[in-house]
């Protein structure tokens, strides 16, 4: 099992910046890929973007260039530096991990992030 503990949301004002943090446990970390997911209320949840193993990243358009998605091996993290938000940014980010060997993917309980004045 694998399990997922994020943390870093809260409120902020548009134009600033969050970093988001999920540490996973329960399994070797060089096993995981990672990812952020988010979901706005009435939305469809949406890949924001991942990071694989062996550094390959991946944004959705809406956020490149202002966020980041990196992963801190010894740690057991992944993180989501977010920059120039905006209020469409709001969201429940939800960290998610794919097992590579064992082929199933795990799900963190979400954190909120809001973007408002």
């Known amino acids: 099992q694998v399990q997922l503990v994020e943390s870093g949301g809260g409120l902020v004002q548009p134009g600033g910046s969050l970093r988001l943090s999920c540490a996973a446990s329960?399994?070797?970390?060089?096993?995981?890929?990672m990812g952020w997911f988010r979901q706005a209320p009435g939305k469809q949840r949406e890949l924001v973007a991942n990071?694989?193993?062996?550094?390959?990243?991946n944004y959705r358009d809406s956020v490149k260039g202002r966020f980041t998605i990196s992963r801190d091996n010894a740690k057991n993290t992944v993180y989501l530096q977010m920059n120039s938000l905006k209020p469409e940014d709001t969201a429940v980010y939800i960290c998610?991990?794919?097992?590579?060997?064992?082929?199933?993917?795990?799900w963190g309980q979400g954190t909120q992030v809001t973007v408002s004045s």
């Open positions: 329960g399994r070797l970390f060089s096993h995981l890929d």
């Open positions: 990071n694989m193993r062996g550094d390959i990243t």
């Open positions: 998610v991990a794919r097992d590579v060997v064992v082929g199933n993917a795990y």
